[in-house]
Structures are given as C-alpha cells and as structure tokens.
C-alpha cells in the first residue's frame, strides 16, 4: 500500500465553522491531489500541488484552499464549511518530473459531514 | 456530455463467471488509461494502467482499449465474491490530470 494517510477520517461539524483536512506521504512523491467523491459525480479533482508550495486548481476548487510547506504534507481548508461541502475527500498521490500520466495512488479518505 | 461515462450498475454475477465492465469516452486525444477497484469505505486502488489499444492482461484481469471506438474495457476471469466492489476507470485529459468515470458497482455472488 501507498504510504498515505488522512486524517481525521471521520469528521462532523456545524456550517461556518473552518475545517481543515490532513494528508501525509511517505513516499517522497512530488505531486499530492485533493478529491471529493460524490453520488452521481464521481471523483472530481479540488486542489493539487507540484511541489512545496506549489499548488493549482482543480475542477472544484471555489470555498477550498490548500497549503504545502512539506513534501509530506498537503493540508485541504474549509474556511466557512457549507452543507454542499458533505462528501468523502481522497487525497492522492503521483510520482514523476512533471507528474504526467503517471498513476495515482489514493489514501483511504475522509468523510466529512457539515450540519 | 461527460468526458467519461461509465454505467453505474450494479452488476451483479455468479461466482466463476467473467465480467465485462465498460467505459466509453469523448476525447480522441486522450491516450494513457487506467482501472481502480474502491471497496467500500476505502480509497480507490490501481488495478491496471494502459497506454496502447490492444489488450494487457495482469493474471484474472484483462484492460482493453479501442482508441477507434473510444472504448476501454476490464474483464475479470473467474469472478470471487472478493472481486465485489466498484470499478473506477480513469483517463488522463490533455492537462495531464485524471477524469474519473462515476464507477460501476459489481457484486459477485457465492
């Protein structure tokens, strides 16, 4: 198994409240991805990075930021949680120079439920 | 139209029995392909990564492209309850980042 761990794994909170999400490599692989996976949608990518602070957009990335200060590290935000916000993260991780084409590989997830 | 369709089942088979699970995709330019298998409460997890058309095969498990048709393919050989999960398949867009089908619920029956 990827060496990926996410925490906390389960996770219940009030709307507007900050939430912030964990995902820890040891693999020493460059690129880390942040997913939501929902019924009906599939895993749609939210935020990922390239590198120690450097980080990029994904598909649905409005009322999320990220930070990388480490290899190790990539940390997912919730700054005012909304109920749309409900779904199970994946935080992934990829190999490679550019991180082109080279597989994923996926953490065991998050399940976060905003009231 | 998404770029990756995927039906999302369930499917459901006997024990022994091959599977053909599918997925059908609009970009022609798109190239590398992959499977992951997700059961339930836990990540998706890589089965078989694909780059030509033709088939590769990794033991009970068989991907198969036809870039022509826009078509990939997983069979499993002689189905186990334990192959009872969802199937995820996976393309690389022209950004170099992943678009996942919705995935299809396979259940094996003893």
């Known amino acids: 198994d990827a060496g990926i761990t996410q925490s906390p794994r389960h996770k219940v909170t009030e709307t507007g409240t900050p939430v912030t999400l964990r995902c820890h490599q040891t693999?020493?692989?460059?690129?880390m991805y942040w997913y939501r996976q929902d019924p009906g949608h599939g895993l749609r990518l939210i935020h990922y990075?390239?590198?120690?602070?450097?980080?990029d957009k994904g598909e649905v990335s409005d009322g999320y930021s990220v930070s990388r200060s480490k290899t190790e590290d990539f940390l997912l935000t919730l700054e005012s949680a909304t109920s749309s916000q409900t779904s199970v993260y994946f935080c992934?991780?990829?190999?490679?120079?550019?991180?082109?084409?080279?597989?994923?590989?996926f953490g065991d997830g998050t399940r976060l439920s905003i009231l | 139209q998404k770029e990756v369709e995927q039906d999302p089942g369930p499917l459901s088979v006997p024990e022994g029995a091959i599977v053909s699970l599918n997925c059908t995709y609009s970009?022609?330019?798109?190239?590398?392909f992959m499977w992951y298998r997700q059961y339930s409460r836990k990540g998706p997890e890589l089965l078989m990564y694909t780059y030509s058309s033709g088939n590769k095969e990794d033991g009970r498990f068989t991907a198969q492209v036809d870039k022509s048709s826009k078509y990939i393919s997983l069979f499993i050989r002689d189905s186990q309850p334990s192959d009872s999960a969802t199937y995820l398949c996976a393309i690389f867009n022209a950004g170099n980042m992943l678009t996942f089908g919705g995935g299809t619920r396979l259940m094996v029956k003893p």
């Open positions: 970009n022609s330019a798109f190239q590398y």
């Open positions: 992934a991780i990829s190999e490679g120079v550019q991180g082109g084409n080279q597989p994923q590989h």
């Open positions: 990075s390239y590198g120690v602070k450097d980080t």
């Open positions: 693999e020493n692989h460059r690129y």
